[in-house]
């Protein structure tokens, strides 16, 4: 039997293009500089109705919360409640009788909807925009999430919704499609995809999860985009800013053609500097893109400053 060998991510993406030094040697948000400020504005036209959609799956949610295999999900921990009191408990005492309420939080911070730093992955030793590998040893001290939540996230968006499109309930693991389907969906939904569009795209593959509990990890592969060259051109040429979608890693987890894992996590958060934002829930927004044909809206999201964090959760808001 032969055995196939799995190429290097330096050899597979050996020719595939970088923005690196594209907005200066010490540029740590990458591609979102595409959202300038007409592009906010351009986001903004597209509230037409004042409708309000968030778009973050609840933390500690009673059906289970998805994430990466090998982390785990949120817990929470209640520090002082009324049984602090109750009975002659041992809560601290206040003039005037104050009680209150006080809990805490111990999650990845890459555990539930967020937004990845660009310099969440390498290889071959560098980072977004040529910045040392080891510049993430105890902490990312370049390309953490914090650039990007001091700087905010605003813009025109497109919901591309596969699941649709495909006339599925969801896709299935391993379910791939390229940006040329993406493009085909647009225009499905009428709505073509412009240059510096922030693209929302629904899978609802993590219905999956929520049927099959942790079967749902078994042979873990998710549906989502496929790697190949025309597509980094695509995303490079169509100045995509923030890839934002419902699975847990935002491509499908195995490469197909080449064996090798999140290619496109390096291809385009690593060599174009493309924002990732992931395991959001975009059902609500979805079923009502559906009910009213209106794809675009204005995007809003803001991670947490998290100091040298390679992640952060956030409750993206969509307006239309
Ligand atoms: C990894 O890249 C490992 O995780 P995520 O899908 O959260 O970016």
């Known amino acids: 039997m032969t055995e196939t060998v799995v190429p290097a991510l330096t050899e597979l993406l050996a020719d595939s293009p970088t923005n690196w030094g594209k907005w200066g040697p010490e540029d740590e948000v990458g591609s979102l500089n595409y959202l300038t400020a007409a592009q906010v504005l351009a986001g903004a036209a597209q509230i037409k109705q004042g409708k309000l959609f968030t778009l973050q799956r609840l933390i500690g949610d009673p059906n289970g919360d998805p994430v990466w295999p090998g982390r785990s999900p949120a817990t929470r921990e209640m520090i002082l409640d009324e049984s602090h009191w109750d009975s002659g408990g041992d809560g601290p005492a206040f003039p005037g009788g104050l009680h209150y309420a006080d809990d805490k939080l111990y999650a990845f911070l890459q555990g539930s909807t967020q937004y990845d730093a660009l310099g969440h992955v390498w ?53 791939t499609f390229t940006h040329e389907d993406l493009i085909s969906c647009a225009q499905a939904q009428g709505t073509p995809i412009e240059p510096r569009d922030i693209l929302v795209i629904r899978t609802n593959h993590l219905q999956l999860f929520f049927e099959k509990g942790d079967d749902f990890y078994t042979d873990f592969c998710e549906s989502g985009l496929v790697y190949s060259p025309e597509l980094v051109s695509w995303f490079q040429e169509m100045e995509i800013p923030n890839l934002v979608t419902d699975t847990i890693a935002n491509e499908v987890t195995t490469d197909p053609n080449s064996g090798a894992a999140l290619v496109l996590h390096n291809a385009l958060m690593r060599n174009l500097g493309i924002a990732f934002t992931e395991i959001c829930d975009l059902e609500k927004l979805a079923s009502d893109c559906a009910e009213d044909g209106a794809y675009n809206f204005f995007y809003v999201a803001a991670p947490l400053k998290i100091n040298e964090a390679t992640g952060s959760p956030v409750n993206p808001v969509a307006i239309k």
Not at 145 to 162: K, N
């Open 123 to 175: 290889y071959d030793g560098k980072l977004w925009n040529g910045y040392d590998a080891r510049t993430t040893i105890g902490g990312l001290s370049k390309a953490s999430v914090a650039p990007i939540a001091e700087r905010g996230v605003a813009g025109r968006a497109v919901l591309l919704d596969m699941a649709r499109y495909r006339g599925k309930e969801y896709l299935e693991p391993s379910e």
